[in-house]
């Protein structure tokens, strides 16, 4: 084994002497499509703007493909010098297992607790009193994105809340659109299940559902009605045939569709394609209806290395991406919120100051990678991918299956 | 076992006949014996465990048996692999015996006809996979294809479609694996000798007569050998799946070796990964002891 780290690093060594001087800090990411790549490009440039260098590890393919490449890099040996894994449990193991490096002093030195708001997602990095990642965004799920061209074309007004926009269904099909577009990865339909529980039955279920794992909730008759706004999602999103979660988006972005459900990362591609909220797309938090975001999003870990110069490496980016100026560059490209409560976003569009105005009133929720385990969530994955390309899997069979993955989480 | 190790105690001079070929294979008893063997104990005993992300002792019994055994999702994939297993054993066999009874023939441009059956196999599942995504895609592929010529209401989408994307996955294995079985048939048929087909002409049998009840029974060790192959193949199924459909439409191509997989490193749950391969490691035991038994242990009876 050691040898075999020793092989792995002089290879790595010969590669990349070329720049020798610099240290080289190998990240890995899932941040491929053009506004992500976008984003990531303002961390690279601010990084090698310390004298580093920025060696991109993007994975393509989302989290899903990524994360075990990243967890076995880790577990395996050859560790990178910093990772991304979202804001929440999915690294909880490898910081148990004494994996990753503990950031305590810096995020003393720094003042992180003072800086970053909510104390949620710091607290989501915090294990027994330790710091060990860095959170750099918010992301929330709970947005709806509406093409105004394909209610335009179909000859309807522009909904402003989930009900108009199901009452809208028939019309924009007689126009030859797709209502909803949705892919066919199994975490955005499980992602839009996530968000129609506050929009539908409100911000108590959810928390009892996804942070007491209330099974008793699960299959009562509050979510039995988010099963059937499922259902007309279902209903809505059936000719919908893209992979892709930006797949989909571009179907709204084009006009082919006439909404999507999906995180605010969506921005960056109505952003890259340069459409105009307001004026070319419209978004609704909360779905127009209960207005509350989730406080997800990104965080980066820094696996232990043996190598000094990296380690410190490691530190200064760690303190990059936290930068004010950083923060702001990347989140304005990324279409997030800035994990920093004292940075100017005067820069950003209207959806975004919707969403820095409902973080401000304090109307938010955890996100559910915070809340549950991969686990728990893969089941989820499992059973709505199912639900939602399957139309004789009926609302209630679903509803007896949901809660009894959430009886059996953890 | 147990019989030849008392035929080595009472005759010590076998075990030392062939020494230098035993020391020579002794890297490779070792690694059978820890890496497959060691591999295989392991993982049936962290299959009892809870373990996530990382193993861990802890043990919870039958647990992850009866999640896995209660999972939609691996009823799905049982399910398609007993449907995919019995067709594409089925097909291979017979499509493969076919194709090499008819290059058979002494036709000419032999060789370039079995090139051709033959080349599929050259190709990784992967690429076998997006092949036929592509071809099978109702936007591009045939139905595109015929549709554009005329005729409009022309539907075959077999990716798309839950009720039959499993067969859609079979075409693109037999595509791939036909070639491989049909040299495989053909070495068996060139293995026959020439005096039982005269024999039989003489005897005025018909042709497909011969074949059937002369030429198959013999070609028996030839048979065994192509199940064996199909059969591992049909087990490991996975990247196929992944390439064409990656388990859609709605979970409804599932296979085994992909939930074992997604529970491996995608849920971060072990336990359960490890459950899912001892039940799919059982699965073939099954299949297999009682077949080395009858074939192994009828040789050495007569």
Redesign the interface.
């Known amino acids: 084994m050691k040898s075999f780290k020793l092989f792995l690093a002089s290879a790595s060594a010969l590669a990349f002497s070329s720049m020798a001087g610099a240290t080289d800090l190998e990240v890995t990411h899932w941040w491929t499509s053009g506004g992500e790549a976008a984003a990531v490009a303002e961390f690279a440039k601010a990084f090698e703007a310390t004298g580093n260098k920025w060696i991109d590890g993007a994975i393509a393919g989302g989290g899903?493909t990524a994360?075990?490449v990243m967890?076995?890099r880790i577990?395996g040996g050859s560790p990178m010098g910093a990772t991304q894994f979202n804001t929440g449990r999915?690294a909880?193991?490898?910081v148990e297992?004494g994996l990753m490096r503990d950031f305590t002093d810096l995020a003393e030195k720094e003042h992180w607790k003072d800086v970053i708001r909510p104390a949620s997602l710091l607290e989501g990095c915090t294990v027994d009193g330790k710091v060990y990642c860095v959170p750099v965004n918010i992301h929330s799920w709970q947005w709806l994105w509406l093409s105004n061209k394909a209610f335009e074309d179909a000859g309807v007004p522009v909904p402003t809340n989930w009900d108009e926009f199901v009452a809208a269904g028939p019309a924009l099909e007689k126009a030859g659109k797709i209502p909803l577009a949705i892919g066919?990865q199994?975490w955005q339909t499980t992602g839009t299940f996530n968000v129609l529980i506050p929009a539908i039955a409100g911000k108590d279920v959810f928390l009892k559902v996804y942070q007491d794992h209330d099974a008793e909730v699960a299959a009562g008759p509050e979510i039995a009605k988010v099963f059937k706004a499922a259902d007309d999602a279902r209903r809505m999103s059936a000719k919908s045939?893209v992979?892709d979660w930006n797949q989909a988006t571009n179907l709204v972005i084009t006009g082919q569709a006439g909404g999507q459900i999906m995180g605010d990362w969506a921005q960056g591609e109505f952003q890259v394609a340069g459409q105009v909220a307001g004026e070319d797309y419209t978004c609704l938090p909360g779905l127009g209806v209960n207005e509350l975001i989730s406080t997800g999003g990104d965080s980066f870990y820094f696996p232990k290395l043996d190598d000094p110069d990296k380690t410190a490496a490691q530190e200064v980016l760690a303190s990059t991406m936290l930068s004010p100026a950083t923060q702001v560059s990347f989140n304005l490209k990324k279409g997030s919120v800035p994990v920093r409560g004292d940075v100017d976003v005067s820069a950003a569009n209207d959806c975004m100051k919707k969403g820095l105005e409902i973080l401000a009133k304090g109307d938010i929720i955890p996100d559910t990678n915070q809340l549950n385990?991969?686990?728990t969530?893969?089941?989820l994955n499992?059973?709505f991918?199912?639900?939602?390309?399957?139309p004789a899997l009926t609302p209630e069979e679903a509803q007896k299956?949901y809660a009894a993955i959430i009886a059996?989480a953890d | 076992m147990s019989s030849s190790s008392g035929t080595a105690t009472r005759r010590p001079s076998q075990m030392f006949r062939n020494l230098n070929a035993k020391i020579a294979s002794i890297p490779m008893i070792l690694t059978a014996l820890c890496v497959f063997l060691g591999g295989t104990v392991w993982t049936i005993v962290y299959s009892f465990t809870n373990s996530k992300l990382l193993p861990r002792l802890k043990f919870v019994g039958l647990d992850q048996y009866e999640r896995l055994w209660s999972a939609p999702r691996w009823l799905t994939s049982i399910e398609n692999l007993f449907v995919y297993g019995i067709l594409s054993l089925i097909f291979s066999l017979v499509i493969g015996f076919l194709l090499a009874a008819m290059l058979d023939q002494k036709i000419r441009f032999e060789g370039v006809f079995r090139t051709i059956f033959l080349y599929p196999f050259a190709l990784s599942f992967v690429v076998t996979g997006l092949t036929w995504q592509w071809i099978l895609n109702p936007d591009f592929g045939v139905q595109h294809l015929v549709r554009s010529a005329g005729w409009e209401s022309f539907t075959f989408n077999p990716l798309y479609d839950q009720q039959i994307v499993i067969y859609g996955i079979l075409i693109a294995a037999l595509w791939q694996g036909t070639g491989l079985i049909m040299c495989l048939m053909l070495a068996g048929l060139r293995g026959i000798d020439e005096d039982i087909w005269k024999a039989a002409r003489v005897d005025g049998i018909p042709m497909w007569k011969t074949y059937l009840f002369i030429v198959i029974p013999m070609m028996r060790p030839v048979f065994i050998t192509t199940l064996v192959i199909i059969a591992s193949g049909i087990v490991r199924l996975y990247d196929l799946v992944v390439a064409q459909t990656s388990g859609g439409p709605g979970g409804a191509s599932e296979v085994p070796a992909k939930y074992v997989y997604d529970y491996m490193f995608l849920a971060q749950n072990l336990g359960q990964g490890f459950a899912a391969s001892t039940m799919m490691l059982l699965s073939v035991a099954i299949i297999v002891v009682p077949w080395a038994y009858l074939e192994f242990g009828g040789r050495k009876r007569g």
Do not use: H, I, W, Y
């Open positions: 899903s994360r075990p967890v076995s577990t999915q909880e193991e490898l297992a066919g199994s045939n992979q385990t991969e686990d969530n893969n089941q499992d059973l991918v199912e639900f939602f390309k399957t299956r059996s």
